[in-house]
Every structure is written in structure tokens, then in C-alpha cells.
């Protein structure tokens, strides 16, 4: 049964994804070989094809007996198993919020349900001795990491995914999340995988290291570089890591903060205007076709580096100047045109290493398929209801697509806080 209907949904997504560039119509609705799919239809039917495989094998103990796992050519001998933890953490770091959406009889209502089902029962797996899906939690420092996006996961939808658990599962991941104090972080992005941690136990009033929190936050703070952008570590690289880990940690860390009284509405202001800054970048990197710039490491996290501006939009704290529809069309054109390539997804639907389809050349010496699914916190807007402005708004053109067409758009100045 549940094989059935993930096939269902996947032949759905297949029909969009197989669509030339050329025939792909980006507005409120889609035609699709002659039916209508809303954007927001579409943005479910990809991500539900994401997390399927994942979730109805984990949730059965068989994530590690069926998922293939492909590893990048220059791999650098870390220990195997840690892919299976980056798949599972990843993926529901960004498919927490659309979880977290109340049951409502809507059309995608199903898959929400089917997911949440399977993401609860594999939650239970990954810190369970006797499942065959126990994940890798006490070798190497890699899973500091991956441990600090199901932390997030849970902090982005306590409510669905981690108060629903059973004492003892929860107990098993307070136990883990601390024991992971072992890894001393480098000083670069890695020290707010320990923050993040550390903030989660503070959100469910558990016995948290204050300091192993403030002295990432100290740390980002000195290696702000002004206009928006964080460096990673001392030295500043040209890359989408303020995408895929700096300013959504931090301003997950700064909101948590707040609601306990541990920083000043200062403090998290200034993050969140950072954030701002650094997304309206992310917006103007959108070219006129729906492509952005292929530079820096991990670029196989495809859709990742829009986190920040749908992190934005799922709070409703989109910088001055863009709006729902600009947001909405920008993303679904890059979407659409990144996953309408052949090799996104094995022949079994799971994602391989790649960009624009599969290249597992440009994965990196520590990437592997399981690392892919970060992808997933691309689509942190879902966890707004379908009522919401971001999904019923007109489309409209973003900032270079109105440059390149001769129409106003809004000039961009430096900022200096």
C-alpha cells in the first residue's frame, strides 16, 4: 500500500519533470500535459518524491538494507555509515515545517499525514540499539553535524515531531545530543551544529552548556564581515554556507534565545536584519531564466542555498521590497528548471550527487547521495497554509528578471549594521 502511493505521487512529479524549459509556465498555476497544478501542487509533489524513499524505509527499519548509497570520487575514508544519518537529519530539517501544518482534508493532506507517520517512526528508529536503522552517533565528529539538523527539526516543529514521541525515545535523544559534547567543533560554521544542540536541549528546559552556546555566537559575531555576510571562520570564503548553515542557525538560535529570556530583542534584531541582507542577495543571484551562480563547495545542495529567504518567508520577515509572489515565482522557475534534468533521481527515486541532475564529479571529498538531502530546507514555505499571501499572491517578475526587461526595479545599497 504505501509503495503504491508513493509511486502514485512520483509518476505525478515525473509528468513536470520531464517538461523542456521552454514549455515550463511559472505563475499561480502550471499546465502540465494539459492539467493545472498549482506552484504550491507542484512544490509538494517534489518534496514528497524527496522524502518518501527516506521516510517509508526508515520508518521500517530498512533505510540501510534498501537505500544506495553513492559516494563522491575523492571520498576521504570516513566511516560509510554516516550517510544514513546526514539523509535522515537533513531531510526533515526542512520537511519539519509542512509536518507541522494541521490535518485539514486538503488534496495534499495525505501526503503530510503519510510522512509525519513515517517521520515519528523514524524518529524512534535512529536512537533505538535494536533497530537495524540505530544511526551512527559515537564515532567521528561528522555527526555533531547531522545531530544539530534533527535538533533543528525539532525546534521547527516541536508540536508535530517531537512531543508526539514516546519518554523513552525522547530520552534516548537528550542522552545522544549531550554525550556529542565529546566533539570539540572547529572554529569555523561547525561551532553552531554545537549551539544549535545546545539551544534545542534549552527549548525543552533541559540541562543545557551555556558556553559551548555563547562562544559560537561570540565567534559569528567577530567574524561578521559586514553587508550581510558571515565568514567561515577567520578567513572569508565565497560560498553559500551563509545559505546552508550560518544565518538559518543563527537566527534559529536568536528566536529560541528570545522566548527563554537569554538575549536582548536587540540581539535578535540585528541577526534577523542580517538575514534579511544576506537573502536579498539570494533573490538578485535569481537570472532572468531561473538559474543562479554555480560557485563555492557543496554545491550539490542544490536548492539549499535559498534557506535563508524561505526561512523569511515561512516567518514572514521578508526584506523590504520583495514580496510573496516575487519569492514564489523566483524559486519555482529555479526549481523547475534544476529538476526538470534527467539524473536528479535514481531509477528507485533517490536523490544522487549532483546539481543539475547527476555529476557526481562535483561532489566533494565528504559529500555522499545521503548528503544530498538537504535540498529539503529549500522548502521551508510549506509550512504556510495554502491560504497564506506567499501562495495565493499573482506571481510576479524578480529583480533581474525586471533589470533585464527594461523594467523599475529596485537599486541595492550597502548596509552597515
Known amino acids: 500500500m504505501l509503495r503504491r502511493k508513493f509511486l502514485h505521487y512520483s509518476s505525478l512529479l515525473g509528468l513536470a519533470g520531464s517538461l523542456p524549459i521552454t514549455s515550463l509556465q511559472v505563475a499561480n498555476r502550471t499546465h502540465v500535459n494539459g492539467e493545472v497544478q498549482s506552484d504550491r501542487s507542484y512544490w509538494t509533489s517534489l518534496l514528497y518524491k524527496i522524502a518518501a524513499p527516506v521516510l517509508s524505509n526508515m520508518s521500517q527499519g530498512k533505510l540501510k538494507k534498501n537505500m544506495p548509497v553513492e559516494y563522491s570520487s575523492s571520498w576521504d575514508n570516513r566511516n560509510k555509515d554516516l550517510a544514513y544519518m546526514e539523509c535522515f537529519g537533513r531531510l526533515m530539517s526542512g520537511l519539519a515545517p509542512w509536518l507541522a501544518l494541521a490535518d485539514d482534508n486538503s488534496p495534499e493532506d495525505k501526503q503530510r499525514k503519510q510522512l509525519r507517520e513515517w517521520a515519528l517512526k523514524s524518529y524512534a528508529n535512529a536512537v533505538d540499539p535494536a533497530s537495524p536503522d540505530f544511526l551512527l552517533w559515537d564515532k567521528e565528529g561528522q555527526p555533531l553535524v547531522d545531530a544539530a539538523f534533527l535538533a533543528q527539526s525539532f525546534i521547527r516543529a516541536p508540536e508535530a515531531l517531537w512531543q508526539p514521541l514516546d519518554k523513552n525515545t525522547k530520552s534516548r535523544y537528550i542522552q545522544q545530543f549531550k554525550a556529542l559534547r565529546r566533539v570539540s567543533p572547529p572554529y569555523n560554521n561547525w561551532m553552531l551544529f554545537a549551539a544549535l544542540i545546545e539551544t534545542f536541549l534549552l527549548s525543552i528546559n533541559e540541562e543545557y552548556d551555556a558556553f559551548r552556546l555563547q562562544i559560537a555566537l561570540n565567534k559569528m559575531s567577530e567574524w561578521y564581515v559586514g553587508d550581510g555576510w558571515y565568514s567561515d571562520g577567520s578567513k572569508f570564503h565565497f560560498d553559500y554556507y551563509n545559505s546552508f548553515v550560518i544565518q538559518p542557525m543563527m537566527l534559529d538560535i536568536r528566536t529560541i534565545q528570545l522566548q527563554k529570556n537569554k538575549c536582548s530583542k536587540a540581539d535578535y534584531d540585528l541577526t534577523l536584519k542580517r538575514a534579511q541582507r544576506y537573502s536579498s542577495y ?10 543562479f551562480p554555480v560557485f563555492g563547495r557543496s554545491i550539490t545542495y542544490r536548492t539549499a ?4 529567504l524561505a526561512q ?3 516567518l514572514q520577515q521578508l526584506p523590504d521590497g520583495l514580496s510573496n509572489g516575487q519569492i514564489r515565482n523566483a524559486i519555482t522557475t529555479v526549481m523547475k528548471r534544476m529538476f526538470s534534468i534527467e539524473g536528479n533521481f535514481s531509477k528507485e527515486g533517490w536523490l544522487q550527487l549532483g546539481f543539475a541532475g ?13 548528503s544530498m538531502y538537504l535540498a529539503s530546507v529549500g522548502f521551508l514555505p510549506l509550512g504556510l497554509p495554502e491560504n497564506h499571501p506567499f501562495w495565493t499572491d499573482n506571481a510576479e517578475d524578480w529583480t533581474s528578471k525586471k533589470a533585464w526587461n527594461g523594467q523599475p526595479f529596485k537599486k541595492d545599497y550597502a548596509v552597515d549594521y
Open 312 to 314: 523569511l518567508c515561512l
Open 282 to 291: 539570494m533573490e538578485r543571484m535569481i537570472s532572468p531564466e531561473g538559474t
Open 305 to 308: 542555498i535559498f534557506q535563508p
Open 358 to 370: 547527476h555529476q557526481p564529479d562535483v561532489a566533494d571529498y565528504y559529500l555522499n547521495s545521503g
